[in-house]
């Protein structure tokens, strides 16, 4: 440990030892007194007290005449009056001290059996691992010996690295394939640990303990459990890391306190005490993937290159294993990115502020430790399969329009917004009832409170109303993002504006330099369900898919500011823009959630009685109506498409005639008037309006360069070992560290590359002055042997000049895969 004083501040340091054992003597008497067994005093001392926030070891516990307590506010009895009864600890715990149990119901199909010839692939599997990193590590050493070749090398010396690098290629390919078959004999699982009760003299207590088994088969088995564990997380309606950065973590889950004897490479024994989450393992899962851990690393212990003090030499064969230091470490470093004024917004430390602490609930002594892990299995259970249901998706995407409307007004940027987009400054901020305005958007109120929003040349009625709504929902949705300002660094980050980090607080989205079609998607369901509320007949979300991309998540959607009449008389007129945008932004709201939908969802069997038309992306229909303006196909005139875009925008409205069904209507013939008798719907639209290649769209603000955008106390000597051998540097960890060299290169050869190109110049002046000087002499030229030595030397300078520029192509093509 460092010898500066720690830094204060939210990440709290490991509790003292003094309270340490306090709390275990709290803990033993409590226990006592309700008739539970308590956790043993190690688990204690190594797995919870180092893991407590700051001060909670001393808030928990009271002293009285007969001794030390635990506080009655602070813990509470789980699944009271049965056998399996547990006193459970309500304590804050650091963000980053606790794992994901590896016995979770939600991931059981994913392991097999713990035999023993099971567990003998698995020790097999890891040994070939081991080979397999170890043969990675010899090949980029040999890759670099040939790199490292200085030009003088002998063609013996040259020879001797290429095959050197050809023989570690080998090595590695067969390594890489009895990798592979160890996977295959697993059937690509791994066997399932087995957890028992510790048991101290003969006395059973609160704590779980595996069997030994080497440090390495400890690792492997906790990276492949989250790896599954993550796999089923793939399911989750939302970013679970993103809303633990935005919010924190709210509810309390449930620690047990487990310990995993491992066995070292010399032979000696070492028990690791670590708590693990019962029930919230993707939260902790999370949380460590916010604060740059993994999980076998807080298992096993973490590369001292992780988590490296200022001032400290980097020693790639140290390991940091003690809880308490490495969590200390941790505390450290994000403490002093923190107090820095100038940190990174999307930095560890403000990342993981939020989650700096959060609340457990501490298994600390049970009713009969012999059924320890079955009564820790069914809270598993229970909180998976009886807990909470989840939304549908209408339900859903409802659910978050709600958070986001009440997250503009909280942070008083629903009127601002909504007067400059969709008013477009007609009124200002102040004259907007933001209140009775919410509440017309969630459904709450009549859209009449949106008549200040309405458009000059709009009167008054529900399709004007549900037009602005849609307006509304839309800017809202996917609100304006400001153009990158000329003057910023090409690596800077870009400002998103006012409302852009609303949205992504509210839906809990990854940052705004992460395009992912995923967060389309999640916005234009939301958009969708929004819409679909003010239709009589609603239409399904996946009609919607695809009619919002990552550009409109990226740069945002600005409402025309011409009212719906504007619009009809400029595509009267022939305003192919004004056309589009009445198409994209006012009809297809109304063709998805028509009595007689034109636009359907791209699924379903093309068989199907039901259906109507054909088969096609709701993309697809719209452009091609897009494109029957400039580019109509047979029998579609412009009074056609204008007769049938009033017709949608009228749709909802009852009929007027009295043999269609409230909200359908007669085809236009090429005049544009209703062609009694043929009904408007998919059918007649997809034959009028057939398939289409759709064509690329001009995004409405390209993204310049937004690809670059984008406790006191000492340690202990227990804390961290010196291996024999270097621990071969994690993939991410070296892809972030080439990552971060890859921009001084650039800059150094920059610079280098500028510093030649001035030599040079400085040698052409030289070779014309000594030209001038000569004639100005009237001497004689230089002997021809000696002209012909400085040819071939400005040749030789000419070629690695060529080769400059041939390898600078080879890095342009391959930089544009970094």
Same mark, same amino acid.
């Given at each position: 440990?460092?010898?500066?004083?720690?830094?204060?501040?939210?990440?709290?340091?490991?509790?003292?030892?003094?309270?340490?054992?306090?709390?275990?003597?709290?803990?033993?008497?409590?226990?006592?007194?309700?008739?539970?067994?308590?956790?043993?005093?190690?688990?204690?001392?190594?797995?919870?007290?180092?893991?407590?926030?700051?001060?909670?070891?001393?808030?928990?516990?009271?002293?009285?005449?007969?001794?030390?307590?635990?506080?009655?506010?602070?813990?509470?009895?789980?699944?009271?009056?049965?056998?399996?009864?547990?006193?459970?600890?309500?304590?804050?715990?650091?963000?980053?001290?606790?794992?994901?149990?590896?016995?979770?119901?939600?991931?059981?199909?994913?392991?097999?059996?713990?035999?023993?010839?099971?567990?003998?692939?698995?020790?097999?599997?890891?040994?070939?691992?081991?080979?397999?990193?170890?043969?990675?590590?010899?090949?980029?050493?040999?890759?670099?010996?040939?790199?490292?070749?200085?030009?003088?090398?002998?063609?013996?010396?040259?020879?001797?690295?290429?095959?050197?690098?050809?023989?570690?290629?080998?090595?590695?390919?067969?390594?890489?394939?009895?990798?592979?078959?160890?996977?295959?004999?697993?059937?690509?699982?791994?066997?399932?640990?087995?957890?028992?009760?510790?048991?101290?003299?003969?006395?059973?207590?609160?704590?779980?303990?595996?069997?030994?088994?080497?440090?390495?088969?400890?690792?492997?088995?906790?990276?492949?459990?989250?790896?599954?564990?993550?796999?089923?997380?793939?399911?989750?309606?939302?970013?679970?890391?993103?809303?633990?950065?935005?919010?924190?973590?709210?509810?309390?889950?449930?620690?047990?306190?487990?310990?995993?004897?491992?066995?070292?490479?010399?032979?000696?024994?070492?028990?690791?005490?670590?708590?693990?989450?019962?029930?919230?393992?993707?939260?902790?899962?999370?949380?460590?993937?916010?604060?740059?851990?993994?999980?076998?690393?807080?298992?096993?212990?973490?590369?001292?290159?992780?988590?490296?003090?200022?001032?400290?030499?980097?020693?790639?064969?140290?390991?940091?294993?003690?809880?308490?230091?490495?969590?200390?470490?941790?505390?450290?470093?994000?403490?002093?990115?923190?107090?820095?004024?100038?940190?990174?917004?999307?930095?560890?430390?403000?990342?993981?502020?939020?989650?700096?602490?959060?609340?457990?609930?501490?298994?600390?002594?049970?009713?009969?430790?012999?059924?320890?892990?079955?009564?820790?299995?069914?809270?598993?259970?229970?909180?998976?399969?009886?807990?909470?249901?989840?939304?549908?998706?209408?339900?859903?995407?409802?659910?978050?329009?709600?958070?986001?409307?009440?997250?503009?007004?909280?942070?008083?940027?629903?009127?601002?917004?909504?007067?400059?987009?969709?008013?477009?400054?007609?009124?200002?901020?102040?004259?907007?009832?933001?209140?009775?305005?919410?509440?017309?958007?969630?459904? #709450? /109120?009549? !859209?009449?409170? $949106?008549?200040?929003?309405?458009?000059? *040349? %709009? &009167?008054?009625?529900?399709? =004007? @109303?549900?037009?602005?709504?849609?307006?509304?929902?839309?800017?809202?949705?996917?609100?304006?993002?400001?153009?990158?300002?000329?003057?910023?660094?090409?690596?800077?980050?870009?400002?998103?504006?006012?409302?852009?980090?609303?949205?992504?607080?509210?839906?809990?989205?990854?940052?705004?330099?992460?395009?992912?079609?995923?967060?389309?998607?999640?916005?234009?369901?939301?958009?969708?369900?929004?819409?679909?509320?003010?239709?009589?007949?609603?239409?399904?979300?996946?009609?919607?898919?695809?009619?919002?991309?990552?550009?409109?998540?990226?740069?945002?959607?600005?409402?025309? #500011? /011409?009212? !719906?009449?504007? $619009?009809?008389?400029?595509?009267?007129? *022939? %305003? &192919?823009?004004?056309?589009? =945008? @009445?198409?994209?932004?006012?009809?297809?709201?109304?063709?998805?959630?028509?009595?007689?939908?034109?636009?359907?969802?791209?699924?379903?069997?093309?068989?199907?009685?039901?259906?109507?038309?054909?088969?096609?992306?709701?993309?697809?229909?719209?452009?091609?109506?897009?494109?029957?303006?400039?580019?109509?196909?047979?029998?579609?005139?412009?009074?056609?498409?204008?007769?049938?875009?009033?017709?949608?925008?009228?749709?909802?409205?009852?009929?007027?005639?009295?043999?269609?069904?409230?909200?359908?209507?007669?085809?236009?013939?090429?005049?544009?008037?209703?062609?009694?008798?043929?009904?408007?719907?998919?059918?007649?639209?997809?034959?009028?309006?057939?398939?289409?290649?759709?064509?690329?769209?001009?995004?409405?603000?390209?993204?310049?360069?937004?690809?670059?955008?984008?406790?006191?106390?000492?340690?202990?000597?227990?804390?961290?070992?010196?291996?024999?051998?270097?621990?071969?540097?994690?993939?991410?960890?070296?892809?972030?560290?080439?990552?971060?060299?890859?921009?001084?290169?650039?800059?150094?050869?920059?610079?280098?590359?500028?510093?030649?190109?001035?030599?040079?110049?400085?040698?052409?002046?030289?070779?014309?002055?000594?030209?001038?000087?000569?004639?100005?002499?009237?001497?004689?030229?230089?002997?021809?042997?000696?002209?012909?030595?400085?040819?071939?030397?400005?040749?030789?300078?000419?070629?690695?000049?060529?080769?400059?520029?041939?390898?600078?192509?080879?890095?342009?093509?391959?930089?544009?895969?970094?």
């Amino acid at each position: 440990m460092s010898a500066r004083k720690a830094p204060e501040g939210s990440f709290s340091y490991p509790t003292h030892s003094t309270w340490a054992e306090n709390l275990y003597q709290a803990i033993v008497n409590t226990c006592a007194a309700k008739g539970f067994a308590p956790v043993p005093r190690q688990a204690v001392l190594e797995g919870l007290a180092p893991a407590l926030g700051q001060g909670e070891a001393k808030r928990v516990i009271e002293r009285t005449r007969e001794g030390r307590f635990l506080r009655d506010r602070d813990f509470h009895i789980e699944q009271r009056g049965t056998d399996g009864a547990l006193l459970v600890l309500k304590v804050d715990l650091h963000g980053a001290a606790t794992l994901p149990w590896v016995n979770n119901d939600r991931t059981r199909s994913e392991w097999l059996h713990p035999s023993a010839e099971n567990q003998e692939r698995l020790e097999e599997l890891v040994g070939q691992q081991r080979l397999v990193a170890a043969r990675t590590v010899g090949l980029e050493r040999a890759k670099s010996a040939l790199r490292a070749l200085a030009s003088t090398a002998t063609p013996a010396e040259k020879d001797a690295a290429v095959g050197a690098v050809e023989t570690a290629e080998e090595e590695l390919f067969r390594a890489k394939r009895e990798l592979e078959a160890c996977e295959q004999a697993l059937g690509r699982r791994r066997p399932l640990p087995v957890v028992r009760a510790v048991v101290e003299d003969g006395i059973p207590l609160a704590a779980l303990t595996t069997e030994p088994v080497s440090s390495e088969v400890a690792a492997e088995v906790q990276r492949y459990a989250v790896d599954m564990l993550r796999r089923r997380a793939r399911q989750r309606p939302y970013d679970l890391v993103e809303s633990l950065v935005q919010e924190g973590q709210r509810d309390s889950t449930v620690v047990v306190l487990q310990r995993t004897p491992v066995i070292e490479r010399d032979g000696s024994r070492r028990d690791i005490w670590r708590g693990h989450h019962a029930t919230g393992a993707n939260r902790a899962d999370g949380r460590l993937e916010t604060f740059g851990v993994w999980a076998q690393h807080l298992l096993t212990g973490v590369p001292q290159s992780l988590l490296r003090l200022p001032g400290e030499e980097e020693n790639r064969r140290m390991v940091v294993q003690g809880l308490g230091e490495i969590l200390r470490r941790i505390s450290f470093l994000l403490n002093s990115e923190y107090a820095d004024p100038d940190r990174d917004p999307e930095g560890r430390a403000q990342r993981a502020v939020r989650i700096a602490q959060v609340p457990a609930r501490v298994v600390v002594g049970a009713r009969k430790p012999e059924r320890l892990e079955e009564s820790l299995r069914q809270l598993n259970v229970h909180e998976h399969l009886r807990g909470q249901l989840d939304y549908e998706g209408m339900d859903r995407a409802l659910g978050l329009w709600s958070t986001l409307v009440k997250a503009y007004q909280a942070k008083g940027l629903l009127g601002e917004l909504l007067a400059q987009e969709v008013a477009k400054g007609r009124v200002s901020a102040r004259e907007l009832d933001e209140d009775a305005i919410a509440d017309a958007l969630v459904g #709450a /109120r009549a !859209l009449d409170e $949106l008549v200040v929003l309405l458009s000059p *040349g %709009d &009167a008054q009625n529900p399709r =004007t @109303l549900r037009d602005v709504a849609i307006r509304c929902a839309t800017v809202m949705v996917f609100p304006p993002v400001p153009p990158r300002p000329k003057n910023l660094p090409p690596r800077a980050p870009m400002p998103t504006g006012r409302y852009w980090p609303v949205v992504r607080a509210a839906l809990q989205e990854a940052p705004w330099s992460q395009q992912n079609g995923a967060r389309a998607k999640r916005r234009t369901e939301i958009w969708a369900a929004v819409v679909a509320q003010h239709f009589v007949h609603r239409g399904p979300l996946a009609a919607a898919e695809g009619l919002f991309g990552a550009p409109e998540v990226q740069f945002g959607v600005s409402p025309d #500011a /011409r009212s !719906l009449a504007s $619009l009809l008389t400029a595509c009267r007129q *022939g %305003d &192919a823009a004004a056309w589009e =945008t @009445l198409v994209r932004r006012h009809l297809v709201p109304g063709m998805i959630s028509a009595a007689e939908p034109f636009i359907t969802p791209n699924q379903g069997s093309l068989e199907s009685s039901d259906r109507k038309g054909v088969r096609r992306a709701p993309s697809n229909a719209v452009q091609a109506l897009v494109n029957a303006y400039t580019d109509p196909p047979e029998k579609v005139t412009r009074e056609l498409l204008i007769a049938f875009a009033e017709a949608v925008l009228r749709a909802p409205d009852p009929a007027d005639e009295d043999a269609l069904v409230p909200g359908t209507f007669w085809a236009p013939d090429a005049r544009g008037n209703p062609r009694e008798g043929v009904l408007a719907d998919k059918e007649w639209f997809d034959a009028l309006f057939p398939l289409t290649s759709p064509r690329r769209v001009k995004r409405q603000q390209p993204p310049d360069d937004v690809a670059g955008a984008e406790g006191d106390g000492e340690g202990r000597g227990g804390d961290t070992v010196e291996l024999d051998e270097e621990i071969p540097e994690d993939p991410l960890a070296r892809m972030t560290r080439l990552r971060a060299e890859l921009a001084s290169a650039v800059t150094s050869n920059t610079v280098s590359v500028a510093a030649v190109a001035e030599q040079i110049a400085q040698l052409m002046a030289t070779v014309q002055d000594a030209v001038r000087a000569r004639e100005e002499a009237g001497a004689e030229k230089e002997p021809a042997d000696v002209r012909m030595l400085y040819v071939e030397d400005f040749g030789k300078i000419k070629k690695d000049a060529s080769d400059i520029a041939a390898r600078l192509d080879a890095a342009t093509l391959a930089v544009m895969s970094l």
